[in-house]
């Protein structure tokens, strides 16, 4: 059978469909219209003032083979596969108990290698292997769940030479490519090839705790393939600068993070955070964390339409301030609206996390700004130290009189004149441990239910007495 053709008549008319379409494709892509985001400039903002990012001129800005070769010969004599034994019933056998696998890399000279905190968790046995092949013990010199980061320590192999990887200066930008190393599915010295998905992700790490699990600040989104076995594993820009460790990749499955296969959304633990933490886990065992003792959520369209705020109003609400904590000793309260931290403006929670993680240590204070009941009010916190997620429910406490008398009153200074007296009686109101606050001006009596856990306002009720 011959081919088909088409006559020129045919063709003409085809071609001049198909420019009509173009134009009229190219007059609609014309309509559309970027509007700059528009801040208010009188409100510094954290993020540009604190990070910088690296730029073009910080490197080559593009992958060509012989590059991504010369970086993969020189970097992966500085990445590690790492086997970690947990302990089984037969804990004696070196060839029982459940094996996990993982990567690693050269921290410094020194012998410590950095992986995550899950890759070695629970191992009695860690052996940490070589591009060349040569393989070493290690031993567990520290870790911290809360930023799944841990530093091992190892005497390098007669005749080698340990050579630590560059550490980047600044975060990369969304754009920028990326590459990651290790040994996914046990396939030691693999690279993979992408770019920077996003910035500043908050991601849930460690154990549950009072108000749910921590968040570890400015993770790094990117759709270079990781899969399990690269957790540790460095997380490269194109100068062969270590700018995150891998650790997460985002799944179908009902647990998200850490587990499954490649799907392009992969996360690494950012450098800067890393040149925070590794240090003091070498030097004094641990990382102590800053606490404010609060858990709340950012004001999305949804919380805001919740609310009955208006479109403009950004920050954090505060869900539960945590008794005892320093929020709650500095009379920071449910409801209230965090909006800026330290004079800096603050628009999702990511942003507190990261003020408080990167620049801010136990002990310090820090100014916090909020709104309540559309009153603005500045607080002044005195950092805590971060509970251990095992203890934090021994740190549970209810409320007193005096406080829970305090809370009433703030409620209701609009409402009611110069009181005369007050008065507090505990009870049991829906299952829930509460205080029955009463409040007596000249003219009106208030009476307020306050949650003697939370510190919640739950009722407020006035009688003008007439």
């Given amino acids: 059978m011959q081919p088909k053709t088409v006559s020129l008549r045919t063709f003409a008319v085809v071609v001049g469909i198909l420019t009509v379409a173009f134009v009229i494709g190219l007059a609609g892509i014309g309509r559309i219209e970027i509007r700059p985001a528009t801040v208010d400039a009188t409100t510094p903002q954290y993020r540009p003032q604190e990070f910088t990012y690296i730029t073009q001129e910080d490197g080559p800005d593009h992958p060509d083979q012989a590059l991504l070769s010369s970086i993969y010969e020189g970097a992966t004599q500085s990445v590690v596969s790492i086997q970690a034994r947990r302990s089984g019933p037969r804990a004696q056998d070196p060839t029982q108990g459940m094996w996990g696998q993982g990567s690693g890399w050269v921290w410094d000279e020194e012998g410590h290698i950095v992986t995550n905190s899950h890759v070695v968790e629970d191992a009695v046995d860690i052996f940490v292997s070589f591009s060349n092949g040569r393989w070493a013990e290690a031993e567990l010199v520290a870790d911290d769940s809360q930023s799944d980061l841990a530093v091992l320590k190892l005497e390098a192999p007669e005749g080698m030479v340990l050579r630590p990887l560059e550490r980047a200066p600044a975060l990369p930008k969304v754009g920028h490519y990326t590459i990651a190393l290790g040994s996914p599915f046990g396939l030691d010295n693999s690279m993979t090839l992408g770019i920077v998905s996003a910035l500043g992700r908050s991601m849930p790490v460690g154990a549950p705790g009072l108000a749910g699990r921590y968040s570890l600040p400015e993770v790094i989104q990117t759709d270079a393939a990781i899969n399990p076995g690269n957790s540790g594993g460095p997380l490269l820009d194109l100068s062969g600068r270590v700018v995150g460790i891998?650790?997460?990749?985002?799944?179908?499955?009902?647990?998200?993070?850490?587990?499954?296969?490649?799907?392009?959304?992969?996360?690494?633990i950012p450098i800067l955070v890393a040149e925070r933490v590794i240090p003091a886990l070498i030097e004094d065992g641990a990382f102590v964390y800053p606490f404010l003792g609060i858990a709340g959520r950012t004001i999305s369209a949804p919380v805001a339409r919740a609310m009955n705020l208006n479109s403009d109003v950004l920050g954090v609400q505060v869900n539960q301030v945590?008794?005892?904590?320093?929020?709650?000793?500095?009379?920071?309260?449910?409801?209230?609206?965090?909006?800026?931290i330290d004079g800096f403006e603050v628009r999702s929670f990511e942003d507190v996390i990261s003020y408080l993680v990167m620049q801010k240590t136990p002990g310090e204070t820090v100014e916090i700004g909020v709104l309540r009941r559309g009153r603005s009010r500045t607080l002044e916190v005195e950092l805590g130290t971060r509970p251990a997620a095992e203890s934090s429910d021994s740190a549970v406490q209810l409320i007193g009189s005096a406080e829970a008398i305090e809370i009433a009153t703030d409620e209701v200074s609009d409402e009611i004149g110069r009181l005369d007296r007050s008065s507090a009686r505990s009870a049991v109101?829906?299952?829930?441990?509460?205080?029955?606050?009463?409040?007596?001006?000249?003219?009106?009596?208030?009476?307020?239910?306050?949650?003697?856990l939370s510190g919640e306002v739950l009722s407020l009720e006035v009688d003008s007495g007439n």
């Fill in 246 to 268: 891998n650790f997460a990749i985002r799944t179908d499955e009902r647990t998200p993070f850490g587990t499954g296969v490649n799907s392009g959304v992969g996360f690494a």
């Fill in 322 to 340: 945590m008794p005892g904590g320093p929020s709650r000793e500095a009379g920071m309260r449910n409801g209230d609206i965090i909006v800026s």
């Fill in 429 to 452: 109101r829906g299952g829930l441990r509460v205080w029955i606050v009463t409040l007596v001006s000249e003219e009106e009596t208030a009476t307020v239910l306050v949650d003697a």
